[in-house]
Nanobody, 127 residues
Framework: QVQLVESGGGLVQAGGSLRLSCAAS????????MGWFRRAPGKEREFVAG????????YYADSVRGRFTVSRDNAKNTVWLQMNSLRPEDTAVYYC????????????????????WGQGTQVTVSS
């Protein structure tokens, strides 16, 4: 079992930055790949970024590659999403999620592969 709590969302102007945090509890965090997803108004929840269990592999959606960075610290049971050069189209509720598999070297993108979810944090980017 993994419990996830996101924080760090807010209102920012276009071009600004935010850093989202996801605090995890549960003994399986360090073996789980972690993903960040987002859901914009009227749209499906989509994959944004992911990091494998060791932190050695990351993967990004094309829309955020080069602007967002995902990282983790297993000793602190935390994963972060650094978001730079934010755009109005990045406005969404952001969720962190834990992959249901253990010690998977590959970051997976489908939502159904993620077993545990946080409650989400709102990010609003004004133009």
């Amino acid at each position: 079992q993994v419990q996830l709590v996101e924080s760090g969302g807010g209102l920012v102007q276009a071009g600004g930055s935010l850093r989202l945090s996801c605090a995890a509890s549960g003994r399986t965090f360090s073996s789980a790949n972690m993903g960040w997803f987002r859901r914009a108004p009227g749209k499906e929840r989509e994959f944004v970024a992911g990091i494998n269990w060791s932190g050695g592999s990351t993967y990004y959606a094309d829309s955020v590659r080069g602007r967002f960075t995902v990282s983790r610290d297993n000793a602190k049971n935390t994963v972060w999403l650094q978001m730079n050069s934010l755009r109005p189209e990045d406005t969404a509720v952001y969720y962190c999620a834990a992959d249901g598999s253990a010690y998977n070297p590959v970051v997976r993108t489908p939502r159904w592969m993620y077993q545990y979810w946080g409650q989400g944090t709102q990010v609003t980017v004004s133009s």
